[in-house]
């Protein structure tokens, strides 16, 4: 390709466009795979090491396809739309895309009324039980059959923040008087409610995970006090 020709390619405007859709899709199926998008740091790892990188939104960080599954994505070809905002990733997909252990991410058929595809990995054992059962819990944010436990929480906020207080209160009577099946009772139950306060705020275990990682190497009283400054 000569100077001229490299002038003429459609390029993308990350001052005007800092986030951009990029769409996956199956090289050899063409089956699409999912939506994520990437800012300029991810496309261009992603074009460095030839593998997926994106930008997530509810992360706020910067994560490789793959990074706690191992399901990569190697891009066989990246495409830019005719308007330079949009990215077409061609990958040859390990493993599968979706985190709930389906191959795509478009599984549900609205037309149709059903679910056109089932899981082909057990997600629990692929991503954790943490980040299943957070997602399961935003899942529930659509259920409508009036049993959902989760779905109650989520539209009640002074009841979620009310049983986070009693099972954080239950949880350390627990540790002081009560036997070690008991406290890893209480324990688990404190721990799906504090997800379900995340969930209504749309933060990710990965950005509680995050906060820990900042705290490594640091005293916990001098944490404390730098947050009164």
């Not at 390029?11 to 986030?19: A, G, Q, R």
Request: with cysteine; glycine share 6%; aromatic share 6%.
């Amino acid at each position: 390709m000569n100077s001229e020709e490299s002038k003429m390619l459609v390029k993308i405007d990350w001052n005007k466009t800092p986030l951009v859709p990029a769409v996956a899709q199956d090289a050899e199926s063409k089956e699409v795979l999912m939506l994520a998008y990437m800012n300029e740091e991810a496309y261009r790892l992603s074009l460095e090491t030839g593998y997926a990188h994106y930008f997530s939104r509810s992360r706020q960080r910067i994560w490789k396809k793959g990074e706690s599954s191992g399901h990569t994505q190697r891009i066989v070809d990246l495409r830019i739309d005719c308007d330079g905002d949009t990215i077409l990733l061609l990958v040859e997909q390990k493993g599968v895309a979706c985190h709930t252990g389906r191959k795509s991410c478009f599984f549900t058929s609205v037309t149709r009324g059903e679910e056109t595809q089932a899981p082909s990995v057990d997600p629990g054992a692929v991503y954790g039980v943490v980040e299943t059962l957070y997602h399961t819990i935003l899942e529930r944010r659509n259920d409508t059959s009036g049993k959902s436990w989760t779905k109650k929480l989520l539209d009640d906020p002074v009841l979620l923040q009310s049983k986070i207080r009693e099972e954080a209160d239950e949880l350390a009577t627990a540790i002081a008087e009560e036997s070690d099946a008991q406290v890893i009772y209480e324990a688990a139950d404190l721990l799906y409610h504090s997800l379900v306060g995340l969930a209504s705020r749309d933060i990710t275990p990965d950005r509680v995970r995050q906060e820990l990682a900042r705290r490594f190497g640091v005293s916990g009283i001098e944490e404390k006090a730098s947050r009164k400054k």
